[in-house]
């Protein structure tokens, strides 16, 4: 046996020895070894990969530290340039010669721009810092000024006044809720320069973000903007600037017929902005509210000034740099001859003042360029009830009156047109009165004032030149299908329809009762009497006395006798001018051009017929008007009329032109309720209109006494 044997041996003896003394059974549970190797094993993987993950963290907040510490400063510090505008002068209104009729006066103001996250509880600082330096009116501050100024500066205080539930309200709700909580106590312990604050917040909450509301644009100091400059640091948003209002060098002239422009307080119209905030208005823009204004909005408007303005991520403006002038609107050049204007205007008022009975109180003058439709002047005066007279230029656009006997010369033209009256005969007619069953007698003025019944023969020229009513009556009864007369004979085979189809369409060649085209809103075509079950009604439309025009009617269908029947569209706009220091330099942006609507259906054969006999009117001694006119410089055609009311009254009108071969004025005129006498009808004042464009002495010195 070798010694490693016997080595082996020894230590297994003594291995059995040491067993047998403890007493060890090798029939008990043997006890485990202990496991800890393996958690340990964990243990450390744990804490290794700890101090892993915390070095890398280390490692990156050190990164982010020295190596990308100045652009997270920059993003700290950023901010967002944002484009915001301002607007401009409006454009100018001048007359035919240059005469500025509506102007801008520039006005020094006080301006706020909103910044993007500005709180109301920022706003009031601001107002009540702004109190201290100018001076509000307070007179208008509303309640609910007051209410919203309240809520805003003592927030915490209306916040405690709420219950647990009305604080958890919804945020379309909670604002509401906090008004209700102001009391009569908390709005009558505010003091005056409080109410003042309270009305510059209300307009600074006006503000949408970035957008620029006038604090006071209207009698600022010199102090108060020398003030709030000196104090801008502790005023943010608030800026001294420049605005302008709306000013009338001409007074009232013509007033009506300008328009208006809204405020900045009223902006754009509600019901209309979301046309206007597609077309890049802001809510408090001044926008055109009617006539000319409005109908040239988009000419008169400019184009606005441009500030990039540079903003922190608070929502603070930090800077704020003119990137774009901008450019006031165009100058809208008219028509209207402002000095005529003025005369007519004075002349009407004299007309009026002179007036004894008070129905006799409106009076409308219309005179035009024949041979383009240009307006000259628009002349409208009533006596209110308490004997004011005032503008109403606008009657003469949608205001409407049975005119009588001026339209005769449309119905001859109708008796050509439908080849009842022929070029070359004598086309004679009786007049005499007319007795028909179930209507009543139907005669000339001469049966009507004078009684006057003896049978009279005449040609259409002379039907015109002593206004005979039956002989337009008996053109409207062939019309109908009927050619001769029989005392009390009976109407009911007449073609009333035929009647009122053929008038009314030649009429409307002339432009009686329809649109004239005129470039101003809310025109009247007239009252068309429709078509009634009465036969003499029919007959009536043919000296007119049924239907109803207006006065700018008359002068279109007058223009269109005088220019050889072309009937163009009336207007009031001559050119549109770029702005520029001389109101009358400006670059030509728009020049109007004449508008044909139709041709009357004659020949110029038949025209001139018609032409004739309103001519001889006023030029043969048989003629209503050869008084009138008789020694008058220029040669004029025309026709008036008188319209029945009722048993007192009838509406006074005429219509003519000058010269008569080379016409250059067209005039209409219109007088309702007047008294039969020559002393007050429209004939009788028609020398003096014409005589004032004419610059004649005589009548010039009328209306300067």
Known sequence: MGQHDQNKQKLHKKTEEKIEKSGYDDNQPKRRAPIWGPFLSRLNVMMIAIFVLFAVLILRLG????VQGDMFSDLVNATETTIVEESVPRGLIIDANGVVMVDNEPLQAISYTRGQQVSGEDMVATANALANYIAVSIEDVSERDLQDYFVAANTDLINDRLTEEELAAADDEIYSIQLSYVTDEDINGLSNQQKEAAVIFAKMNAASALSTVFIKNEEVTTEETAVVAEHAKELPGVNVTMDWKRTYPLDSLLRSLLGGVTSTEEGIPSDLQSYYLAKGY???????????ELEYEDLLRGSKTTYETEVSQDGDILRTEQTYEGEMGNTIQLSIDSEYQAELEEYATQYLESASDPANNQIYIVASDPQTGEVYALVGKRKTDDGEIIDDALGTINSSFISGSVVKGATIATGYATGLLEVGSDNVKTDEPLYFSGTPVKGSWWFTSNNDSAPRELTDKQALALSSNIYMIKIAMALGGINYYEPNMDLAGLDTDAIYKQIRSHFAEFGLGVSTGIDLENESTGINGGKTAQPG???????????TYTPIQLNQYISTMANGGTRYAMHVLDKVLAPAEDTTEGAVVYEYEPTVLNHVSLTDEELQEVREGIWSVVNTSEGLGYNIFNGFPIEVAGKSGTATIDDVY??????????????????????PNTKPGIATSAQAIAPAVLGLYYNIDEYQQAIAD
């Open 63 to 66: 990164y982010l530290q020295l």
């Open 537 to 547: 009604n029919a007959l009536d439309l043919a000296f007119g006395q049924f239907d």
């Open 282 to 292: 802001a809510l408090n823009d001044r926008v055109g509210t009617s006539y000319l």
């Open 650 to 671: 009838e509406n006074s009108t005429w219509a003519g032109w000058a010269p008569y071969d080379n016409p250059e004025i067209a005039v209409s005129i219109v007088i």
